[in-house]
């Protein structure tokens, strides 16, 4: 053996050793991307479960005509305003009688939430004749005792530390007992719009709002996207500056931070083309703006994959380069152009800052119904949310959040099977 | 009408024009007594159709999107032009509010519950500007939607050329298209650059760049006491950098040993795997990853700081930076993975011969020639940081102090740009300026690092082809 | 009825059998050796059954068309092949007898004992300096700067390029001609004081003066070192080795003196191939 080689061996060692260690910080590095990563979603998942649960109390409610001041016979109108927050507040004085004080008057009544009142309105609108009779319903139960319910408020700790003083806790306790608590499945979050009382804010109005929006948004980003890919890859004459300017225009779209595009969206669309405010409308224009340049990029990479081979058969056969582009290039290339587009639009459903400029993070609990309504979109009303103090919109905002990424799951598996579905290989 | 109903009576009149135009082409062309006109066309029967749908369907269009671009803001002059001449000398501010109170008026519908009688009589003019405007509207688009489709039936001909003209449109209709990333890019520079000009011209851009406090609250009154507002922005862009660092530090490392991970040891199957989980972070949105810096790791730093005994602020810096760099992992891995596999094989063979090991050969011949492009990509993860939005609106905080302590609670451009214009907007004022002002700023800085970074990728990519 | 042939099919070389290897493919005292070598790129073979020695201190030429195998045999004996996943070899393979993929063979150590010379220059994005001292550093050869130098300093000389960079050696290597490249290449490689030195095609890349440069010093090396070459020009086979080992279609047909190789080959595909009837 050389002198070489004893030299070579006699370090070996110590170089496998660094080798290991290199590839464990690699190891490393990803198991701690992939920690992250499990953090986040356990602790969204976590908190945002028991949202999709909503706590609900039965009262018996005696639907005194006196005491509403209607009787079956009263107009519509009559119906509709007559104080029934009251019966409901009689009601629960009748099952813990003997309260005193206004603090815990005030208490009391807020077990119950306030759309208890609106929900017997409208019974009573549907059907008269209940009047005068007493009858068990069920009521969304304000958003503490939802909170205690779910264990999320320890009773343990000091009167003084706590949400739920002794009094209410003794309330409640009696109300389980008499089996009056019960947990139901959440429909509120799905068929209500925001609200200031968290047990009665939904997700309703982001949601319509977010796919108003997105629709504005793929309207125009879509054909304003493959036309201009299918310009530049098919017709656009080399070394033009025009075309150089575009080129370079769609990579500073790309690079610009999604803020700026919400002070445009101020300046230009609202000031300037004086587009109504909080929008889907406004949104769409916006996002549209910011989802060209993937759209674009991935329009180019799907038509520069048409093997030249179908266009010039084509052009043989006494095709116009339009007709080429219409009935070959794009219908090949159109998977990768859709795949493009729904990450695209993906994105687009994610981004908040930008609207947030344009007046989309106002508070609005009407449904929009159309694209010049005022609105709302699912991230924003995330953001929304998780600045409200309430105990019970942190518990809503996971529950948001679990919501958007259902979305995004969704879209994003559309986007991988479209592409393993028409992958091609020329 | 309103624009929708607009819209869709012109997209009626458009197929009816397709139709015509078709149907017109095969009978113009037939010789009488006999069938079968078509092969005496130059185009074929649909490109008849289509070219009369567009006579009809274009120059209403851009009619119809010229006047509801500027109608708002024409009929809002005029109607200010019809107040009286002590009304219309007040502030810009003023009448601005008291136009809105008129719209808001005018489209409640109920103008003569106001008791204003100035008010009154200005919404009643406003919404009479508006009903002339929208019938004039309706009627001009749809006569001119009409007669060009009659131009277009009436330029039918067998000689007539169609496709061609048809060719030639929609040619035109997609430079048109790629010509919007032009305008796009025009009117960001436009909007930040034109209100940044009237901030500095209340406030000198010197005070800007180089003050070292910022507090832009201004007397809401001529004679209110108190500060007229310092528009220092260096605490904001120290701060940004800050959080930006943070976040560098932790993505460019685990991002780097991460991609190396990946495309030099993982098997296939691993790879398969790891890469689309990694690439989940790049599409959670970001105010997810706000919202899990505010709830959760912004109080467990905080905790654990404090048991350590460290003074940890609830809103430090530490906290939103390190969200942004988990946020901005795959942001690196995938621009690192992309360099790395840029580097020729033959490198990696010329080392490996040597009888280098895996991670010397990394090391040593790898990483030195990935280096450029490494940079580069490092570059574009530092604009992207630096451009963030809703980590630091929800995890940072809001005071502007001027500190490098990781643990104190810092404020960035971003989230003054977003406190400034969701707030209470006072129109001109130098306030809500200054966000544009920012914005400028925020706007040149990720243009610049984005160029320099682009430039050096390139070039480093021509290197080895 | 039997069916014609047409004339073309009979002389096609598929159809000339190869019956293990002709020639003396053995030698007593073998530098390294090969024993029933198959090599597998996933379910493809592109190696059959080749079994073949290098002398000490020989120039032994791997000629062939291409495709036939013989860079793929090269990259065997340095285990070169590890580095593609799907490349799987077998039989025994020795270098001063011991088994080049035994357990106990060091992959790291056997490539800085035998040593590679690329198709294509390949010099590191570093200063000459550093692309010759990158093995001597890598292995820990010198102790300090001195000895580094020495060691640059004598590779340089060697592979006769000390004279032209003497005053550039802090300048990028990737800055040097072609021919200049592919001889830092060699000084980097003898840096490490390799025993067996591999060349894939070494000069194909080359223009005829850096070639017949880089011929020249091939004979100088082979006082002090075992050189395996795989070459396209047969000229160049011809020129500069002893023995010359011909493949055809991933199998070895003749191994022979070289001068036997080029005047009178045994095998008739052999004969086919110099005589410029394919490849």
């Given at each position: 053996m050389s002198k070489t080689t004893k030299k070579i061996e006699a370090n070996l060692k110590k170089r496998y050793a660094k080798e290991k260690r290199f590839r464990a910080y690699g190891v490393v590095s990803l198991l701690i991307s992939f920690a992250f990563l499990a953090v986040l979603l356990v602790t969204i998942f976590s908190k945002g479960l028991p949202a999709f649960q909503q706590t609900y109390i039965k009262l018996d409610i005696e639907l005194n005509e006196k005491i509403l001041g209607i009787n079956k016979d009263s107009d519509e109108d009559a119906l509709f305003s007559a104080s029934y927050s009251k019966v409901v507040k009689n009601s629960l004085k009748e099952m813990f009688p003997g309260i005193k004080g206004r603090k815990q008057k005030r208490a009391l009544k807020n077990l119950v939430s306030k759309s208890a009142a609106y929900d017997l309105r409208d019974k009573v609108l549907e059907k008269p004749t209940l009047l005068g009779t007493t009858q068990s319903y069920w009521f969304l139960a304000k958003d503490d005792v939802d909170v205690f319910m779910k264990g999320n408020i320890d009773r343990t700790l000091p009167e003084s530390d706590r949400r739920i003083k002794d009094y209410q806790l003794a309330w409640i306790d009696k109300l389980m007992d008499e089996g009056r608590l019960e947990k139901r499945f959440n429909t509120v979050l799905f068929t209500e719009g925001d609200?200031?009382?968290?047990?009665?804010?939904?997700?309703?109005?982001?949601?319509?709002?977010?796919?108003?929006?997105?629709?504005?948004?793929?309207?125009?980003?879509?054909?304003?996207?493959?036309?201009?890919?299918?310009?530049?890859?098919?017709?656009?004459?080399?070394?033009?500056?025009?075309?150089?300017?575009?080129?370079?225009?769609?990579?500073?779209?790309?690079?610009?931070?999604?803020?700026?595009?919400?002070?445009?969206?101020?300046?230009?669309?609202?000031?300037?083309?004086?587009?109504?405010?909080?929008?889907?409308?406004?949104?769409?224009?916006?996002?549209?703006?910011?989802?060209?340049?993937?759209?674009?990029?991935?329009?180019?990479?799907?038509?520069?994959?048409?093997?030249?081979?179908?266009?010039?058969?084509?052009?043989?056969?006494?095709?116009?380069?339009?007709?080429?582009?219409?009935?070959?290039?794009?219908?090949?290339?159109?998977?990768?152009?859709?795949?493009?587009?729904?990450?695209?639009?993906?994105?687009?459903?994610?981004?908040?800052?930008?609207?947030?400029?344009?007046?989309?993070?106002?508070?609005?609990?009407?449904?929009?119904?159309?694209?010049?309504?005022?609105?709302?979109?699912?991230?924003?009303?995330?953001?929304?949310?998780?600045?409200?103090?309430?105990?019970?919109?942190?518990?809503?905002?996971?529950?948001?959040?679990?919501?958007?990424?259902?979305?995004?799951?969704?879209?994003?598996?559309?986007?991988?099977?479209?592409?393993?579905?028409?992958?091609?290989?020329? | 009408m309103s624009v929708q109903t607009i819209l869709i009576t012109l997209f009626a009149l458009l197929i009816f024009s397709f139709f015509i135009g078709r149907k017109r082409s095969i009978a113009v062309s037939t010789p009488v007594g006999k069938t079968g006109g078509r092969r005496n066309l130059h185009s074929r029967p649909h490109y008849y159709g289509y070219m009369v749908a567009i006579w009809a369907g274009i120059p209403a269009l851009l009619i119809l999107a010229l006047w509801t671009s500027f109608n708002s803001s024409i009929i809002s002059s005029l109607t200010?032009?019809?107040?009286?001449?002590?009304?219309?000398?007040?502030?810009?501010?003023?009448?601005?509010?008291?136009?809105?109170?008129?719209?808001?008026?005018?489209?409640?519908?109920?103008?003569?519950?106001?008791?204003?009688?100035?008010?009154?009589?200005?919404?009643?003019?406003?919404?009479?500007?508006?009903?002339?405007?929208?019938?004039?509207?309706?009627?001009?688009?749809?006569?001119?939607?009409?007669?060009?489709?009659?131009?277009?039936?009436?330029?039918?001909?067998?000689?007539?050329?169609?496709?061609?003209?048809?060719?030639?449109?929609?040619?035109?209709?997609?430079?048109?298209?790629?010509?919007?990333?032009?305008?796009?890019?025009?009117?960001?520079?436009?909007?930040?650059?034109?209100?940044?000009?009237?901030?500095?011209?209340?406030?000198?851009p010197s005070d800007f760049l180089f003050g070292t406090t910022w507090s832009p609250q201004t007397a809401l009154r001529e004679d209110q006491v108190g500060s007229s507002g310092s528009f220092g922005a260096i605490p904001l862009f120290v701060g940004t950098l800050l959080i930006s660092a943070i976040a560098l530090i932790i993505a460019v490392p685990l991002g780097l040993m991460s991609a190396i991970y990946l495309s030099e040891y993982a098997g296939k199957r691993f790879r398969s795997v790891a890469k689309p989980v990694l690439e989940i972070l790049a599409g959670i949105p970001t105010v997810v990853y706000g919202f899990f810096a505010a709830l959760t790791v912004a109080p467990f730093i905080r905790h654990w700081g404090e048991a350590i005994g460290l003074s940890v602020a609830s809103e430090s810096a530490l906290a939103a930076g390190l969200v942004m760099g988990i946020m901005i992992i795959p942001f690196v891995s995938s621009l690192s993975d992309d360099v790395l596999s840029a580097v020729p094989q033959s490198m990696r063979d010329a080392s490996y011969g040597m009888g280098a090991t895996k991670s010397e050969t990394i090391r040593q011949v790898i990483i030195p020639a990935a280096l450029p492009g490494i940079v580069g990509g490092v570059l574009l993860a530092a604009s992207r940081a630096i451009g963030e939005t809703m980590i630091v609106v929800m995890a940072a905080g809001l005071s502007a102090k001027l500190t490098i302590n990781p643990l104190e609670a810092v404020t960035t451009v971003t989230v003054q740009i977003v406190t400034i214009l969701t707030g209470d907007q006072e129109f001109d004022s130098p306030k809500t300026l200054a966000a544009f002002a920012l914005a400028l700023g925020l706007f040149v800085i990720t243009l610049l690092l984005n160029y320099v970074a682009l430039h050096i990728i390139r070039k480093y990519r021509e290197q080895y082809e | 009825m039997t069916e014609l042939k047409p004339d073309i099919e009979k002389r096609s070389e598929f159809d000339i059998e190869i019956n293990g290897t002709v020639g003396k493919p053995f030698v007593d005292n073998p530098k390294m050796s090969s024993r029933n070598c198959d090599v597998f790129y996933g379910d493809k073979q592109a190696i059959f059954d080749v079994n073949l020695d290098i002398a000490n201190n020989e120039i032994i030429a791997m000629i062939g068309p291409s495709g036939c195998g013989k860079s793929t045999y090269l990259r065997v004996l340095n285990r070169m092949n590890d580095t593609i996943p799907i490349c799987k070899v077998t039989g025994e393979h020795t270098l001063d007898g011991e088994d080049i993929y035994g357990k106990k063979q060091d992959p790291v150590l056997l490539r800085a004992r035998v040593g590679m010379v690329f198709q294509k220059p390949n010099p590191f994005p570093k200063s000459i300096y550093d692309n010759v001292a990158y093995g001597a550093r890598l292995h820990g050869l010198a102790s300090n700067r001195s000895e580094l130098d020495d060691v640059v300093e004598s590779s340089l000389i060697k592979a006769g390029l000390f004279k032209e960079v003497k005053d550039d050696l802090n300048k990028p290597g990737t800055g040097l001609s072609g021919g200049q490249q592919q001889r830092l290449c060699i000084a980097r490689a003898i840096a490490v004081d390799p025993e067996v030195i591999l060349m894939d095609e070494p000069t194909s890349a080359l223009d005829p003066i850096a070639t017949a440069l880089i011929e020249e010093l091939m004979d100088e090396l082979k006082e002090n070192y075992t050189i395996a070459i795989v070459t396209h020009s047969m000229q160049q086979a011809a020129r500069v080795s002893q023995r010359t080992a011909y493949f055809h279609l991933g199998k070895l047909v003749e191994v022979n003196e070289t001068d036997k190789v080029f005047t009178n080959p045994e095998h008739q595909l052999t004969e086919n191939y110099i005589t410029g009837r394919f490849g």
């Open positions: 609200s200031r009382e968290p047990e009665q804010a939904g997700m309703r109005g982001a949601i319509v709002g977010s796919l108003l929006t997105m629709l504005v948004t793929i309207l125009l980003s879509f054909p304003i996207g493959v036309a201009t890919a299918a310009y530049l890859e098919e017709f656009a004459p080399q070394n033009n500056r025009w075309v150089d300017l575009i080129e370079i225009n769609i990579n500073n779209l790309a690079a610009v931070p999604s803020i700026v595009f919400g002070l445009l969206g101020l300046a230009v669309y609202i000031n300037i083309f004086g587009v109504p405010r909080s929008t889907p409308l406004l949104g769409g224009l916006v996002l549209t703006l910011m989802t060209l340049p993937t759209i674009i990029i991935a329009s180019r990479a799907a038509i520069k994959s048409v093997p030249p081979s179908i266009k010039e058969a084509a052009i043989g056969l006494g095709a116009s380069r339009m007709q080429v582009l219409f009935q070959h290039t794009l219908p090949l290339a159109m998977p990768g152009i859709l795949t493009g587009t729904i990450i695209g639009m993906a994105q687009a459903l994610g981004e908040t800052a930008p609207l947030l400029m344009i007046g989309m993070v106002a508070f609005v609990s009407d449904i929009p119904t159309g694209i010049f309504d005022p609105s709302t979109v699912m991230p924003v009303q995330i953001y929304l949310w998780s600045d409200s103090p309430e105990r019970a919109f942190t518990e809503r905002t996971s529950a948001a959040i679990m919501i958007l990424l259902g979305f995004l799951v969704l879209m994003n598996v559309i986007a991988i099977v479209l592409r393993k579905k028409f992958e091609k290989k020329w | 200010v032009s019809g107040l009286s001449d002590s009304l219309q000398s007040q502030s810009k501010d003023a009448i601005g509010l008291m136009m809105n109170e008129v719209k808001n008026l005018a489209e409640s519908g109920n103008i003569a519950a106001e008791s204003d009688p100035v008010l009154r009589n200005a919404a009643s003019h406003y919404q009479r500007l508006q009903g002339i405007s929208t019938l004039a509207k309706t009627v001009i688009v749809l006569v001119v939607s009409l007669l060009g489709m009659l131009i277009g039936w009436r330029l039918i001909s067998p000689k007539m050329r169609a496709r061609n003209k048809v060719e030639t449109v929609v040619r035109w209709a997609m430079i048109l298209c790629s010509s919007i990333a032009i305008l796009a890019t025009v009117g960001i520079v436009f909007s930040v650059l034109f209100e940044s000009v009237h901030f500095f011209k209340a406030v000198p | -």
